[in-house]
DNA sequence: GACAGATAAGTTTTT
DNA sequence: CTTATCTGTC
């Protein structure tokens, strides 16, 4: 336990009572939370299944994984948890299930599906509801943040407009449990619900929690807050590490006041502050402390640091993405060419997804190496999700969703005034489509030949589930797909065989994930179900960690939400312009100062050096437009801030930068040629 | 019931 | 500029 400051000690070895780490950026929180459980465990004599630490992302979680396994040895940590706080409800529900009134093998809605779901309720009542459906969403998912259940929902509805969002609310979760699944918010508030309900499952669970740890602790929402509390109990056990600065994630419930409200509900809540920044040039400190001296603080806390001045921070003017593109992709190699670096010691930050496109084209025209992380690419394309919409179907036959996605591809026809018919039925019946189906009463309602043709798909199902039962999950999926003629019928839609052959590539993909995840689950001697794979491969994990092995030294791009917690020697922070950062919503929502924190977060990801850029017109939904530079460039200091203007030539050593890529470039082929 | 072509709509951030 | 949805024809 090595060269720790004072605070960092203190913040480890306290463990009599509840405790509040205040951590700035880059102030060491990781290690505290790592070291505190290697003290736990080897000075405390605290067994390790009996500390839980929790964190907000799968990649926080592996990384906290494998450093405490760094500190200490094999056996020591087994048993340990360190998860996600939805992995952690996931676990929760799975061996309580029979108490929340679900069947084992329970679906996990996704965004998309509550999404549809929403919607279709909405139609059967209203005509347009199309605009509505977004709202309404993020509506229900407040109210379960904040532990509002429907029945609560419906009375404290002070107009016609709220009545009927609640209503929707209650008719949304009453048809989640018809399908026997839960969404997102479900898995914090299903285990929080039952233990603020059921003491007795609550104190088993209580009894598996002698420390918890709970990392980024601005981003709990209301039930996240209950849930820890609740787990912790009368013991009060617990250390929580966070920073009200960094919090960015208000839009999805999470209450940065959870902070200020642990010291009024206990009373005896030890707050320690971690001040010294051990990351960050203090050009690169003074600038984030600049900037964020424009929000209100709770907590006062003056971040500093012992490192160099280091490199001024860069603002680079551009005429539009295409050449902001260019010129950061360049700058990295010139960059790299110059001071022998690696590709993994850049990061390229942006506040939307969408702006990644132009910069994945600059870096693969200039052979570097990336990595885009976070994205929903994968999991949006349509054969990964059929193929997931199948496994589901396999395992919990309610999955109205599931059903409806898949049951007509790859064609059967199966066609919509069937399936209209066949929901009206089910609906009448109050059962899943794939019970109705079954059902005697269908044949007043379909003709012969319609009904046949479902009844061979429900038969299939049947066929698959038993499959499964027998054979290992990846031969049997690898089967399943087979079976579908999916492969057929892509070759069939896709006019370029190249679409779809990289179609079946991603389904290999997952097929070869799953086979790897069951062989660790049998290593590690945990039963091997394929149901959890599935709910694991929904909430995210694991493609991500098969990328990361093989993704050793490549520039890595992300949003600034996904770069929160991690740390880059060298910085590109793009798009640094009014509407894109601060975002537009955020101006008309005046959520300002979320927008500031978020600029702070990206600021504090740098060690060494940070370059910014903007555009002077941008291309949006295929329309060029005037930008204005982003308000907090204003707010960086002068001193340690250089512009480069647009139209200044590239500078020399870029262009010499550039011209030596090619060469080399040419080089290797002609070495592989030879 | 399937499919092509037209038209409209939409990009914040994540488990 | 892409993607999702609608419409009309076969």
Redesign the pocket.
């Known amino acids: 336990m090595a060269d720790l400051n004072d605070a960092q000690n203190e913040a480890i070895k306290y463990i009599d009572g509840p405790c509040l780490v205040l951590a700035g950026a880059g102030s060491g929180k990781t290690r505290v939370i790592t070291q505190k459980i290697a003290y736990l465990i080897q000075q405390c004599n605290t067994p390790a299944h009996k500390i839980v630490a929790l964190t907000?992302?799968?990649?926080a979680a592996r990384e906290m994984k494998s450093r405490v396994s760094q500190i200490i040895k094999g056996s020591q940590s087994r048993g340990l948890t360190v998860s996600?706080?939805?992995?952690l409800g996931l676990k929760i529900i799975r061996s309580e299930c029979k108490k929340l009134g679900l069947k084992s093998g329970f679906s996990i809605f996704?965004?998309q599906d509550s999404g549809q779901l929403i919607k279709e309720l909405l139609l059967r009542d209203h005509d347009d509801a199309?605009?509505l459906v977004?709202l309404l969403q993020s509506q229900i998912s407040s109210w379960k943040n904040d532990l509002v259940r429907p029945s609560e929902a419906i009375s404290y509805a002070k107009d016609s407009n709220e009545l009927m969002a609640a209503t929707v609310y209650e008719h949304y979760d009453r048809h989640l449990r018809a399908y026997n699944a839960v969404d997102?918010?479900d898995l914090i508030l299903l285990p929080t619900l039952l233990f603020k309900d059921d003491p007795s499952v609550l104190e088993r669970w209580q009894n598996r929690v002698h420390y918890m740890l709970v990392d980024e602790y601005q981003d709990t929402n209301t039930s996240q807050y209950l849930l820890v509390k609740l787990l912790t109990g009368v013991r009060c056990c617990f250390t929580v590490v966070g920073d009200d600065d960094q919090s960015?994630?208000s839009?999805?419930g999470a209450r940065p006041e959870n902070l200020a409200l642990l010291a009024s509900d206990y009373p005896k809540l030890k707050v320690i502050k971690l001040e010294q920044n051990y990351r960050s040039t203090r050009t690169i400190l003074a600038a984030a402390n600049h900037v964020i001296k424009n929000n209100p603080h709770v907590f006062e806390k003056r971040l500093w640091s012992e490192l160099g001045v280091g490199d001024e921070i860069r603002i680079i003017q551009c005429k539009n993405e295409d050449q902001e593109a260019e010129r950061t992709a360049s700058a990295l190699m010139s960059h790299k060419l110059r001071y022998n670096c690696h590709f993994q010691d850049y990061a390229i930050l942006y506040?939307?997804?969408?702006q990644s496109r132009i910069i994945e084209l600059k870096l693969q025209q200039l052979q570097i190496p990336y990595h885009v992380s976070?994205?929903?690419a994968f999991f949006?394309r349509a054969e990964v999700k059929d193929t997931l919409a199948y496994l589901r179907l396999v395992f919990n036959p309610d999955d109205d969703n599931a059903f409806l996605r898949i049951v007509?591809t790859p064609?059967?026809?199966?066609?919509?005034?069937?399936l209209l018919k066949l929901g009206e039925y089910a609906q009448s019946r109050e059962t899943s489509l794939f019970q109705a189906s079954q059902e005697f009463g269908l044949q007043q309602i379909l003709n012969q030949r319609?009904l046949e043709r479902l009844l061979r798909f429900v038969h299939w199902i049947e066929k698959t589930q038993q499959n499964f039962e027998t054979n290992c999950p990846a031969k049997a999926m690898k089967e399943m797909v087979d079976d579908t003629g999916y492969e057929a019928w892509l070759f069939?839609q896709n006019k370029n065989a190249k679409a779809a052959e990289r179609k079946m590539e991603n389904i290999q993909q997952l097929i070869d994930t799953v086979e790897k995840m069951t062989k660790k689950a049998e290593e590690e001697g945990d039963e091997a179900s394929l149901k959890d794979i599935v709910n694991k491969l929904i909430?995210?994990d694991l493609l991500e960690q098969q990328e990361e092995a093989n993704d050793l030294d490549r520039v890595q791009l992300?949003?600034l939400?996904?770069s929160k917690g991690l740390e880059f020697p060298y910085v590109f922070l793009i798009g640094m312009e009014e509407e894109l950062l601060p975002?537009r919503?955020?101006i008309e929502?005046n959520t300002i100062e979320e927008e500031r924190r978020l600029f702070y977060v990206g600021i504090t990801r740098a060690q060494r050096q940070l370059t910014l850029s903007l555009t002077s017109q941008r291309?949006?939904?295929?329309e060029t437009s005037k930008t204005i530079p982003s308000r907090f460039l204003d707010e960086l200091p002068e001193e340690g801030v250089i512009w480069e203007n647009k139209d200044q030539p590239k500078p020399e050593e870029e262009k010499k930068a550039i011209a030596q890529t090619h060469l080399s470039h040419i080089r290797s082929l002609l070495g592989e040629g030879s």
């Open positions: 907000f992302t799968n990649k996600t706080f939805h992995n996704d965004a199309a605009d977004q997102f918010d960015i994630y839009w999805r506040r939307g997804n969408f976070g994205g929903t949006s007509n064609r059967r026809e199966i066609g919509s005034s069937t319609n069939e909430l995210r992300m949003t939400h996904a975002h919503n955020s929502e291309k949006t939904y295929g």
